[in-house]
Every structure is written in C-alpha cells, then in structure tokens.
C-alpha cells in the first residue's frame, strides 16, 4: 500500500473513532511528515566562515503531509544562516540535535529559492515536529525565521534549481536573514517580542500567541498568519514605521530562561487582561511561579538590561 494511501487511511480512522466516542492515541491525530534519512557528511574548515559547515554526502530528503518531497542535494554546504542567529544561542546550535534534519532543508531551499518562502518556512515547522521537537520549541523556531529570517523571494518557475546551491567557497548565492541588518538595540526588541509569544503561548497551552489592540491571537489560522506577516515588515522596517501597539506584547526574558525557550515561564494571573478573561473561558488555569516576567509597555525606548550582548551579538 502506497504511503500516502495509508496516511488517509489513518487521518479516515482517526476522524471516525473521535466521532463515535473511541479513545485515539494521539500519535494519529496529525501527521507532519517524515525524513527519509538522516544527515550524512562531513564538517568543514574555512577560516572566514562565521559558523560551522558541514556538506552533505548523501541527499537528506522530508515528505511533507501533502506528500512533497524537500530535497537538500549531496554535497550541499550548510551551516544555518536561515535562522536568526538569537535562536542557535537559545537551542544549542544547528547541528547534532532533533532540528538539525530541518536546518539543512531550510537552508537549501533558502539558498535555492525555487519554492514560496511562506511554504519553506511551513516545511521547516513541520520538519521540526516530525523529528520529535516539542511543540512549544517548534513553533518558537518557525516563529523567529517567519518574522526575522530570508525575506520573501520570487520563485522563477522555468528556473532550475541550484544542486547543490551552496559548495565550499563559493561566492555565488550567500543566506542571509533579515536579523543581520538589525542593530544590537533593534535584536533585543526582536528577541522581546518574541519571547513574549513563547510566553503567551505557553500561558494558554498552546492556544494563544499575542495580544494586539485588546484582541487576542490564536496560535493557528488566518489571523495568526496576518499578524506574522506584520511583525516581519516590523523587522524589515527596523521598527521605524509601524506604531508599537501594533506589534503586541513584550516581555523581557528571566535569567534562567535564557538556557532555552522550554524554560520560558507562562504570564501570571492579573498581568495581561485579555488572556485572564481567555483562561477563564477557556477553563484553563494558570502554572503559578515564583518571580512574575516582566511586561515591558514601551519597547522602543526601553533599555532591556535583562538581555545579555551574547544573545545578541
């Protein structure tokens, strides 16, 4: 039986045995994909380079849910530059860890160009929880390379696709993210901004991300995807020409949350009015913690003392 025949067959299943009051694992209730190999190849030394690289041996392939398959090529070079540099600081580097398989078909597609970055960034996401990264994790990584990573591209549909795109030394086509062009003060806006959509959406359990103008944002949907497309115009534009209240909350992350976004804590009761009321409608309940996180009102001028330079480096 072909793959994606068995893939119906179960999402089928799964949707008949919730309607008729069966208990359904939850390994069957989505499917994000599957890697059909993991990364095989070599690291690389060249002195200039400001990160590790490593080239691929073999292709590493991903088919997506709809049965597409991303396809980074033997002996693409890669080394990350998709995603903003703040998220390797927070998650151990690009290499040797669960996302690693992701990082390299995100990078080869950002390279090569010859997909729809919203649809190569979605793949990323859905690599990520393929591989078994926690859903809180994956959604912070798509996150940051939604808002702050490659800026959106023409795909020229005649146009063959580089293999590989990217070979040691080359100086042809280079990655580079929309996080490179922002000044120190303007990554720790960044990074607030961000960490406080970890933290609204672990507060709300995987429901929420933001708040804007007094309206919450789901974690899925048009909305979500409209408020992601402001945000990334934010960062483009620096922060110049979009007035804060536009871009929802900020926070300022803990300490100990700096080890990593599985860390970032939740807001606590009576911080944000909006996500009170959703909590209680949503009959969910807040985990409690010691030290409260910062809100920050006006990030613009604020100046984030909380957030160390190597973050943001």
Not at 35 to 50: D, I, K, M
Not at 54 to 83: M, Y
Not at 130 to 152: C, F, K
Not at 194 to 201: D, E, K, L
């Amino acid at each position: 039986m072909a793959h994606g025949t068995r893939t119906f067959l179960a999402l089928f299943l799964t949707h008949l045995m919730v309607a008729v009051g069966f208990p359904v694992s939850t390994a069957y209730a989505e499917y994000y994909g599957r890697f059909l190999s993991q990364p095989t190849g070599q690291f690389l030394r060249e002195s200039n380079a400001p990160r590790s690289l490593f080239r691929l041996s073999e292709d590493l392939q991903f088919e997506d849910p709809n049965g597409l398959f991303w396809t980074a090529p033997a002996g693409e070079v890669v080394d990350g530059a998709s995603i903003p540099a703040f998220v390797w600081i927070l998650t151990g580097g690009p290499f040797g860890q669960l996302h690693t398989p992701a990082a390299i078909i995100h990078d080869y597609y950002c390279c090569a160009r010859n997909r729809n970055f919203d649809d190569t960034h979605r793949a990323f996401h859905r690599g990520l929880l393929a591989e078994g990264v926690s859903p809180l994790m994956a959604r912070a990584m798509y996150w940051a390379v939604a808002i702050a990573g490659p800026g959106a591209w023409t795909v020229t549909a005649d146009e063959a696709p580089p293999t590989p795109c990217r070979e040691l030394g080359e100086q042809g086509r280079v990655i580079h993210n929309n996080y490179e062009y922002l000044t120190q003060r303007e990554r720790k806006i960044l990074v607030a901004k961000h960490f406080a959509m970890v933290r609204t959406y672990a507060a709300t359990q995987g429901r929420l991300i933001d708040v804007v103008h007094g309206i919450p944002i789901p974690a899925e949907g048009a909305a979500t995807e409209a408020h992601l497309a402001t945000l990334q115009k934010a960062v483009r534009l620096r922060f110049a020409e979009h007035p804060v209240a536009d871009l929802g909350l900020f926070t300022a992350p803990l300490t100990d949350e700096l080890k990593g976004f599985e860390q970032v804590r939740g807001w606590q009761p009576g911080q944000i009015a909006e996500i009170d009321a959703f909590m209680k409608s949503a009959g969910l309940s807040y985990t409690s913690h010691s030290q409260a996180p910062r809100l920050v009102a006006d990030p613009l001028n604020d100046d984030f003392p909380d957030i160390p330079k190597d973050i943001v480096q």
